[in-house]
């Protein structure tokens, strides 16, 4: 993307950037394209918004190996880099770009590939049919997707055993295969309770996920007290407003 020298489309964008969900006219009284763009683009990070419950993805997304793809992230960071003006001949700074591409693939994007997604060993156990479990507390650390900052915080999840169960650290692991993917907390959420369904064979899933947002704290509204709550509640959990209190009441909700 290139910002052909037309700088003044950015002041714009800042200084109209009141957050009311309308779109302001340059100088001419016509929306300029680009400043159009920023402008949306802007308002899509600050609210949050997403398109789809599945990660958007390439449908080239796995045809490169990771090493080819820590190369190429390697190049274009150490350019983000010398950009902003860092001297890469520090010694400090020299390992950045490698160390940042390897992060990117192997450890906070992991998630992305589906050859990463935690084997699932289901056993039968009948004598849990009925009973609600509840996983609360589950470290959460994922990316926002439109500021790549991170966001941590907790989820908790609770089901209805069908006679299926897992173990109980592969809810961890789901979560954690989730949140290693730029995000929105909102698909994520979504994500963790549609991956139980099937696993668990069941529709009563619910899922609560409560998180601090780094592009909230260190950007645009820097607050850092604040945090973000988002639940998805099927089958009972969605239908009976008991086994809803109940869950609600374990993790400390209610
Ligand atoms: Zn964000």
Known sequence: ????GKHEDLATITLNGNGNGKHHSNGNGKLNGKSLFYEEAEQMGDEHAFSSIETPMRTDAFLQSDEAKIATIEKHFEQIMETIGLDLTDDSLRGTPHRVAKMFVKEIFHGLNPENKPKMSVFDNKFRYGQMLVEKNITLKSTC?????????KAHVAYVSSGTVIGLSKINRIVDYFARRPQVQERLTVQI?????????????????DAKHFCVVARGIQDDSST????EFSGVFKTDQKMREEFLTYIGMK
């Open 193 to 209: 309770v549609e991956e139980l369904k099937k696993a668990l064979q069941t529709d009563d899933v619910a899922v609560v996920i």
């Open 228 to 231: 973000t709550i988002t639940s």
């Open 145 to 153: 997707e439109h500021h790549f900052l991170p966001i941590m915080g």
């Open 1 to 4: 993307m290139k910002f052909n």
